[in-house]
């Protein structure tokens, strides 16, 4: 009866998560299919076209902030200390200033007790580029699931990135970074678990990235 | 291309839904275990996986029996050992000036074994003489009352009081065939459990509640402040008693737990009392319970996930030192914490 209730309580992180991945993995399909339109060349940097590709490799940490227990507003130590988190990503180039993807994270951070709590979240991105120069501005947002486990107990999340990542073109293919992202991870009780144990996740979420473009 | 971004979107919706129909749901969210991983003070001093049967204190010093016995200061964090005899040194009591012990001769349960009263002050080890002993299943005080459950030489099972040097009168004619595996003195009787009944002891001799149902019996205690006796069943339950001689029985539960996604009947054991009308009871593998029996009367289990091997161990028996509350385990060493006004203490120490 309780697996039940799990798999009813996991449907919608999953749904929406799997819908969101389909549609970004589709959008590059649909590019193939449209003719490429010319872009207008910047100066002083490469200038991407509908279909450009590239991997995105990132290592830092992230950092736990606080959990808002939304039964009451009340605002929670997380009880964790930062731990360090890696990410790959494959990126597609739709114009000059957008790009989507899909991006895996693995990272975890510590307990007092050092239980380790371990993160992998699997998101779909958009990208709004600014370039200035030979830097560019990525202004990304990204959706998706965030698979966990603490202790023996494991469990999946909806996950919410907006990040801020800035960018140096070292030559045509290769670009060197910083991003700052903030994880947002609403974590719903499940039937069986007291309804004021719903909290919202907050880390900070900073890495040094490397852009290859092919 | 299309053909390989079709196969790997196949792949991407089987993996996140196999990892997503895997996972193991607790009875508190994941966050909720994170914030309740309070510190543990873990210097590892017993084991983090030692057996801790029972234990006690003698003026200021703990004793626990992990196989010989450890002993520190109340003060101290630092445990010594001291060895009676040869052998496993397993059950625990005083009577305020002298340690007694059970200890079996052998590895296994066909083992002879003794009881040993050491005395702190003089460090003398005697071995107590009961007559007919093949070995000690438990030993036990209420208050300066010392009582021994024990195997016979004819395998049959009794009570022995140590204060009175003599077997509980009349329980050798029962000719009990299973072990005596709790017992508790209310100040005028013995009450105990053996196989699946209970029974009272006095000086009129023993007899067992027929107002009883046939059931796994394995804890018992006295409440002091409502003058009613409780037991705890291996398949879940918990009997209160009307009044002090068990005229009538009320039954609760069977309480249950998940366990690998499956409901199971808490396997219940030794009470201890913590405060008035607040009673704690042990399980073999889902941590402790509570009891109110001032209130609903339910039994809930502790939600303290976080220390995992404390939540879902084997909680063989208890000792409650004035406000600290220490959880002799079975496997996952001995644990302790303090407990006051309804809340337990932010620091869980394992030993």
Same mark, same amino acid.
């Given at each position: 009866m309780k697996e039940k209730y799990v798999i009813a309580a996991l449907k919608k992180p999953i749904v929406i998560g799997i819908a969101a991945l389909l549609f970004f993995q589709m959008l590059p399909a649909m590019a193939e299919d449209a003719k490429p339109q010319p872009s207008k060349p910047r100066a002083g940097g490469v200038t991407h076209i509908l279909g450009d590709q590239a991997f995105i490799f990132s290592l830092g940490a992230a950092i736990p902030l606080f959990f808002l227990r939304t039964s009451d507003g009340v605002v929670e130590p997380t009880n964790l200390y930062p731990g360090p988190? !890696? /990410?790959?990503?494959?990126?597609?180039? #739709?114009?000059? /200033?957008?790009?989507?993807? !899909?991006e895996v994270i693995g990272g975890f951070m510590f307990s007092p007790n050092l239980n380790i709590y371990f993160t992998l979240p699997i998101i779909a991105k958009i990208s709004?580029?600014?370039?200035?120069?030979?830097?560019? #501005?990525f202004l990304n947002m990204g959706l998706g699931i965030e698979l966990e486990k603490f202790l023996e107990y494991s469990h999946v999340d909806f996950f919410v990135r907006p990040q801020a990542a800035f960018y140096l073109n070292l030559d045509p293919s290769i670009d +060197?970074?910083?991003?700052?992202?903030?994880? +947002?991870?609403?974590?719903?009780?499940?039937a069986g678990q007291p309804a004021d144990q719903t909290r919202l996740g907050n880390f900070l979420d900073v890495s040094v990235s490397l852009i290859y473009h092919f | 291309m299309k053909l390989i971004r079709n196969i790997l979107a196949v792949c991407s919706i089987t993996l996140f839904a196999a990892l997503a129909l895997s996972c193991n749901e607790g009875t508190n969210t994941l966050f909720d275990n994170i914030i309740n991983d309070t510190p543990i003070r873990n210097n590892n001093q017993l084991g983090n996986t030692a057996n801790v049967p029972a234990m006690t204190k003698i003026g200021t010093t703990y004793y626990a029996a992990v196989g010989k016995i450890r002993f520190r200061a109340d003060s101290a964090t630092i445990w010594d050992s001291l060895t009676l005899a040869t052998g496993i040194h397993y059950t625990l009591a005083t009577d305020g000036a002298n340690l007694y012990c059970g200890v079996f001769d052998g590895p296994d349960g066909s083992a002879t074994g003794h009881l040993y009263q050491y005395n702190p002050g003089t460090a003398e080890t005697t071995v107590v003489n009961i007559a007919g002993l093949k070995s000690i299943v438990k030993v036990k005080n209420f208050g300066s009352n010392v009582y021994a459950s024990y195997k016979k030489t004819d395998n049959t099972y009794s009570l022995w009081s140590i204060t009175t040097g003599l077997e509980l009168p009349g329980l050798g004619a029962l000719n009990l065939t299973a072990p005596i595996v709790d017992f508790v003195f209310d100040g005028v009787n013995v009450l105990f459990v053996c *196989?699946?009944?209970?029974? =009272?002891?006095?000086?009129? *001799? &023993?007899?067992?509640?027929?107002?009883?149902? &046939?059931?796994?019996?394995? *804890?018992?205690?006295?409440?002091?402040?409502?003058?009613?006796? =409780?037991?705890?069943?291996?398949?879940?339950?918990?009997?209160? &008693?009307?009044d002090a001689v068990g005229s009538n029985w009320t039954s609760y539960g069977p309480y249950t737990y998940m366990r690998n996604s499956t409901s199971t009947n808490a396997p219940f054991g030794e009470f201890i009392m913590v405060s008035a009308n607040y009673f704690l009871v042990g399980t073999s593998g889902a941590g402790f319970w509570y009891i109110d029996t001032s209130s609903t009367w339910a039994a809930d289990r502790w939600n303290g996930t976080a220390q995992a091997e404390l939540y879902n161990g084997a909680i063989n028996s208890f000792y409650v030192d004035a406000t600290r509350v220490f959880f002799c385990t079975i496997g996952a060493g001995l644990w302790d914490n303090t407990y006051a006004a309804g809340a337990w203490g932010g620091t869980w120490t394992r030993e």
């Amino acid at each position: 009866m309780k697996e039940k209730y799990v798999i009813a309580a996991l449907k919608k992180p999953i749904v929406i998560g799997i819908a969101a991945l389909l549609f970004f993995q589709m959008l590059p399909a649909m590019a193939e299919d449209a003719k490429p339109q010319p872009s207008k060349p910047r100066a002083g940097g490469v200038t991407h076209i509908l279909g450009d590709q590239a991997f995105i490799f990132s290592l830092g940490a992230a950092i736990p902030l606080f959990f808002l227990r939304t039964s009451d507003g009340v605002v929670e130590p997380t009880n964790l200390y930062p731990g360090p988190r !890696v /990410s790959i990503e494959y990126m597609n180039y #739709l114009s000059q /200033s957008f790009a989507v993807g !899909v991006e895996v994270i693995g990272g975890f951070m510590f307990s007092p007790n050092l239980n380790i709590y371990f993160t992998l979240p699997i998101i779909a991105k958009i990208s709004y580029i600014i370039y200035i120069d030979t830097f560019q #501005l990525f202004l990304n947002m990204g959706l998706g699931i965030e698979l966990e486990k603490f202790l023996e107990y494991s469990h999946v999340d909806f996950f919410v990135r907006p990040q801020a990542a800035f960018y140096l073109n070292l030559d045509p293919s290769i670009d +060197l970074g910083l991003s700052v992202g903030y994880w +947002l991870v609403p974590q719903f009780n499940t039937a069986g678990q007291p309804a004021d144990q719903t909290r919202l996740g907050n880390f900070l979420d900073v890495s040094v990235s490397l852009i290859y473009h092919f | 291309m299309k053909l390989i971004r079709n196969i790997l979107a196949v792949c991407s919706i089987t993996l996140f839904a196999a990892l997503a129909l895997s996972c193991n749901e607790g009875t508190n969210t994941l966050f909720d275990n994170i914030i309740n991983d309070t510190p543990i003070r873990n210097n590892n001093q017993l084991g983090n996986t030692a057996n801790v049967p029972a234990m006690t204190k003698i003026g200021t010093t703990y004793y626990a029996a992990v196989g010989k016995i450890r002993f520190r200061a109340d003060s101290a964090t630092i445990w010594d050992s001291l060895t009676l005899a040869t052998g496993i040194h397993y059950t625990l009591a005083t009577d305020g000036a002298n340690l007694y012990c059970g200890v079996f001769d052998g590895p296994d349960g066909s083992a002879t074994g003794h009881l040993y009263q050491y005395n702190p002050g003089t460090a003398e080890t005697t071995v107590v003489n009961i007559a007919g002993l093949k070995s000690i299943v438990k030993v036990k005080n209420f208050g300066s009352n010392v009582y021994a459950s024990y195997k016979k030489t004819d395998n049959t099972y009794s009570l022995w009081s140590i204060t009175t040097g003599l077997e509980l009168p009349g329980l050798g004619a029962l000719n009990l065939t299973a072990p005596i595996v709790d017992f508790v003195f209310d100040g005028v009787n013995v009450l105990f459990v053996c *196989g699946t009944s209970v029974y =009272m002891g006095s000086t009129m *001799g &023993s007899t067992a509640f027929d107002n009883l149902p &046939s059931n796994p019996y394995a *804890g018992i205690t006295y409440d002091t402040t409502l003058n009613r006796i =409780m037991v705890s069943t291996l398949n879940g339950l918990i009997f209160q &008693s009307d009044d002090a001689v068990g005229s009538n029985w009320t039954s609760y539960g069977p309480y249950t737990y998940m366990r690998n996604s499956t409901s199971t009947n808490a396997p219940f054991g030794e009470f201890i009392m913590v405060s008035a009308n607040y009673f704690l009871v042990g399980t073999s593998g889902a941590g402790f319970w509570y009891i109110d029996t001032s209130s609903t009367w339910a039994a809930d289990r502790w939600n303290g996930t976080a220390q995992a091997e404390l939540y879902n161990g084997a909680i063989n028996s208890f000792y409650v030192d004035a406000t600290r509350v220490f959880f002799c385990t079975i496997g996952a060493g001995l644990w302790d914490n303090t407990y006051a006004a309804g809340a337990w203490g932010g620091t869980w120490t394992r030993e």
